[in-house]
């Protein structure tokens, strides 16, 4: 690994701030941790292909019904394009909410997986990137 030591890290942070956003992701070792400095770019291009896979489901009273397969987030509204709007107002709440608790939520094994879904919502530009994101597939009752 090409693991820089933090004190180089440290006499030399605005260098290596420079580097990161302008050259590369530094791979910093702190005795025996390991941590990668990276930019929002370069966060947004290891998920640029993460993509929220939702069941649809038209229900009776003619609402959709939208239900993310990776994480358990559903939203219902009127009709696709606004189940997908309130779908992805959900995602931003629950991203910011794994962040806020991220100790707690990477350390359970049931949303450990979400992080590639949560670091796509965090480095989002906008709300329409993730609407982009969300794809609907016919659900099955």
């Known amino acids: 690994m090409h693991a820089i030591c933090s004190s180089e890290v440290r006499n030399g942070w605005s260098g290596v701030m420079d580097s990161v956003i302008r050259k590369r992701p530094a791979f910093i070792r702190r005795t025996r941790d390991f941590?990668?400095?990276?930019?929002?770019?370069?966060?947004?291009?290891?998920?640029?292909?993460?993509?929220?896979?939702?069941?649809?489901?038209?229900?009776?009273?003619?609402?959709?019904?939208?239900?993310?397969?990776?994480?358990?987030?559903?939203a219902n509204s009127k009709d696709v394009l606004s189940a997908k709007k309130a779908l992805v107002q959900d995602i931003l709440e629950y991203a910011?909410?794994?962040?806020?608790?991220?100790?707690?939520?990477?350390?359970?094994?049931?949303?450990?997986?979400?992080?590639?879904?949560?670091?796509?919502?965090?480095?989002?530009?906008?709300?329409?990137?993730?609407?982009e994101a969300v794809l609907c597939q016919p659900g099955r009752n």
């Open 96 to 131: 910011d909410e794994y962040y806020a608790e991220y100790q707690q939520y990477y350390a359970a094994p049931n949303r450990k997986g979400h992080l590639p879904y949560v670091m796509k919502a965090l480095t989002a530009k906008n709300p329409e990137e993730l609407e």
């Open 35 to 74: 941590m990668m400095l990276s930019s929002i770019e370069t966060i947004s291009a290891l998920v640029a292909d993460v993509k929220y896979v939702a069941d649809e489901f038209h229900e009776e009273d003619g609402s959709v019904t939208l239900s993310l397969r990776d994480m358990d987030i559903i």
